[in-house]
């Protein structure tokens, strides 16, 4: 009888959970929705520099518990004839707050965080960063001329469009531990 009581109160919190509306989900639930549709590409081969609605679009946050999510990434496809890509999406944060510091990825040599800054040139300019802070319960986007990660020395046969993928990011804490967080990415063509 005591099984029965705990599947019927777990299935009663599944089901209640699955109603409940984004706005009223506990702080630092996080939810993973489906990539977004392919994204664009048009500079220097590896990312564009639209950052549109995305860098604005509201993150749902439901009803997934962790310490850290990335919603609708998306890596493309590379240039035909290079190994050297880029990620995008949202990273959200559960109840505390998260540093990126680093990131790994089966199907490229290295994966190295980025930005795009305006040069003393006045042009904008890629360059690589330490870091990437998630706010406790906020959200952090990765996007086309923002911050970004780059995939380099990929195997091209690895990245096939429609498919998913997952890099491992080493994420801190306050307190200074870290953890290992595998975050998925869906792979997307190049237009």
Known sequence: MRVSLISTAALAALLLAACAP??????????VEPAAAPLSDDHAGMHGDDMGAQADAPVDRGVI?????????????????????????T???????VTIIAA????AQAVE????EMSDDGKMAMRKVESFAVPANG?????????HMMFFGV?????????????????QFEDGTTEEIE?????????
Do not use: K, W
């Not at 965080?113 to 795009?116: F, K, P, S, V």
């Not at 195997?155 to 994420?171: I, N, Q």
């Open 104 to 107: 790994e990825a089966p199907f």
């Open 139 to 147: 959200d952090h986007s990765l996007v086309r001329g923002g911050d």
């Open 155 to 171: 195997d091209p046969d690895s990245l096939a469009p429609g498919s998913a993928v997952t890099v491992m990011v080493r994420a």
């Open 22 to 31: 984004a706005a009223e989900a506990p702080a630092g639930d996080i939810s």
């Open 65 to 89: 518990t962790g310490s850290l999510a990335l919603l609708e990434g998306n890596i493309l496809v590379p240039p035909a004839g290079r190994d050297v890509t880029a990620g995008f999406g």
């Open 183 to 191: 975050v998925p990415f869906t792979v997307a063509a190049r237009d």
């Open 91 to 97: 990273f959200a944060a559960g109840p505390r707050s």
């Open 113 to 116: 965080l980025h930005t795009h």
